[in-house]
């Protein structure tokens, strides 16, 4: 409850925005690892799918260092606000 209790403090901040692009960021990986492991354990044509694994596994990590960056820049935004206030 703590932790649900800090995150209604912050209401529409900035750092507020930061975690829910994290959020999504970590929704979008599960969902992702889960169609992966669908195509592995219970689809029976997995070899036409085993040809779109390096292409799918590609997207996710340039996926997550874009985000990773962007979450970078804008940590470091907010750092210098308050660094110049």
């Not at 692009?21 to 990986?29: G, P, Q």
């Not at 599960?30 to 044509?45: G, R």
């Not at 470091?76 to 606000?81: E, P, V």
């Amino acid at each position: 409850m703590k932790i649900i209790d800090k995150l209604n403090k912050l209401g529409n901040t900035k750092w507020a925005k930061l975690i829910d692009r994290a959020i999504i960021i970590a929704i979008n990986v599960l969902v992702v690892s889960i169609a992966l492991i669908y195509i592995f354990l219970w689809n029976k044509d997995a070899t036409v799918a085993l040809g779109y694994v390096p292409l799918i596994l590609s997207l996710i990590i340039v996926y997550m260092w874009v985000n990773f960056i962007i979450l970078h820049v804008e940590i470091n935004k907010i750092k210098g606000d308050k660094e110049s206030k």
